[in-house]
């Protein structure tokens, strides 16, 4: 499984940083609008009382909300009022600025260091600075590893989990996933994870038919989502993606079937699916002195075996990317999507020591993560 931080671009560390900063605004703006609108109530109430005093030097409405403002800092430039009523100003305005900012710096200081405690209204504030994001609604086992195979491909992904306890919010959290907890079937929930501005949701809970019900609810509140459905009936998916418009809906057994057929035999496959009506591999091949390959360029070998070839490892170098005029030779990796008949005629089928195996998986290098 997939658990170790992601790194990530400086475009993504400034994205997210951005996310943060807009998030962090809009938690402190409510402190913020309390002051101002303090500052507002009790200047035009200063300029209003110094208005019918007998002072002969009165304020306008601005100088007095700015000579509020100076009270509160202790700076006010003016000489002590007369009248007892404003001469209340210089003393309360001062307590009542620090009761408002040292509150508000502290609220600010809470969710700035402390994660934990910033609470679903974190979360859904979050949510809601994402557009064109995926939205994976089930974080069990699945829909964790969808989660981090969707921040590989370099998607924005916001979870919803209805069970609050469930071990994977805290993991998915650590990789900066907004978890909105509540019952995806709600459409208040999915509206929380932005389903409006959302390109994807993929429904993989446990239960079919909620999956179905969230696919049916995404779709009404954002007509042109992708939506990518798990089911556990084969048949039933294939029904469900005609008639009602879902783009994918898998079938569990489908996808998993082709893994333990190919487990089973003699090939060694790390990985199976269909490509249509195609069931194509992704095997690891160590080509030895009897290797039908031996000696063959990798584009001869890809057009006489009817395969491709992804990977190639020769004298310890690892190539990602291989051109089409390297030359296959003895005790070479090769990586390729092919049938289990090509697996066969160019000795897929055969097992190699587990020794060898255990030392060098090149296969692993490509899929997971350390």
């Known amino acids: 499984m997939l658990t170790t931080q992601r790194k990530r671009t400086p475009r993504q560390r400034l994205a997210k940083n951005w996310r943060d900063f807009r998030v962090m605004l809009r938690a402190f703006s409510r402190p913020l609008l309390l002051f101002i609108g303090t500052l507002i109530f009790f200047g035009l109430l200063y300029w209003f009382l110094a208005d019918i005093s007998p002072l002969t030097d009165k304020p ?17 430039n003016t000489a002590f009022p007369e009248p007892f009523y404003l001469q209340i100003f210089f003393f309360i305005m001062p ?8 509150a508000g710096a502290a609220n600010l200081g809470v969710k700035l260091f402390n994660r934990s405690a910033r609470g679903q209204d974190w979360e859904v504030a ?89 696919a049916l609810d995404a779709r009404e509140l954002q007509p042109d989502i992708k939506v990518v459905l798990r089911m556990f009936d084969e048949t039933l998916a294939g029904k469900v993606e005609k008639g009602f418009g879902i783009h994918t809906a898998f079938s569990m057994s489908a996808l998993s079937a082709p893994a333990f057929a190919a487990a089973a035999t003699r090939a060694h496959i790390d990985y199976s699916f269909y490509v249509g009506g195609t069931l194509l591999h992704v095997s690891q091949v160590n080509v030895d002195g009897n290797s039908p390959l031996l000696g063959l ?26 051109t089409s005029d390297e030359v296959v030779k003895e005790n070479d990796t090769l990586v390729v999507f092919a049938t289990l008949d090509t697996l066969g005629q160019i000795g897929g089928m055969n097992h190699t020591s587990q020794h060898r195996r255990s030392k060098q998986n090149p296969i692993k290098r490509l899929f997971s993560r350390k």
């Open 95 to 102: 307590v009542i600025g620090i009761v408002l900012l040292s």
């Open 126 to 214: 979050l949510a809601s600075t994402y557009s064109d994001h995926v939205i994976v609604c089930g974080l069990g086992k699945l829909g964790y590893r969808v989660t981090l195979q969707l921040l590989e491909f370099g998607q924005s992904v916001v979870a919803v989990e209805r069970d609050a306890d469930k071990y994977f919010i805290p993991l998915a959290r650590e990789h900066d996933v907004p978890v909105i907890l509540g019952d995806a079937r709600q459409r208040e929930v999915l509206r929380k994870a932005g389903v409006e501005r959302a390109s994807a949701v993929v429904c993989c809970t446990q239960d079919e038919l909620a999956n179905l019900d969230i």
């Open 297 to 322: 360029a990798l584009e001869a070998a890809e057009r006489k075996f009817n395969m491709t070839i992804v990977m190639h490892q020769t004298d310890g170098e690892l190539h990602l990317h291989p």
């Open 60 to 76: 306008g409405p601005v100088e007095s909300i700015f000579l509020v403002l100076s009270m509160i800092f202790l700076q006010a």
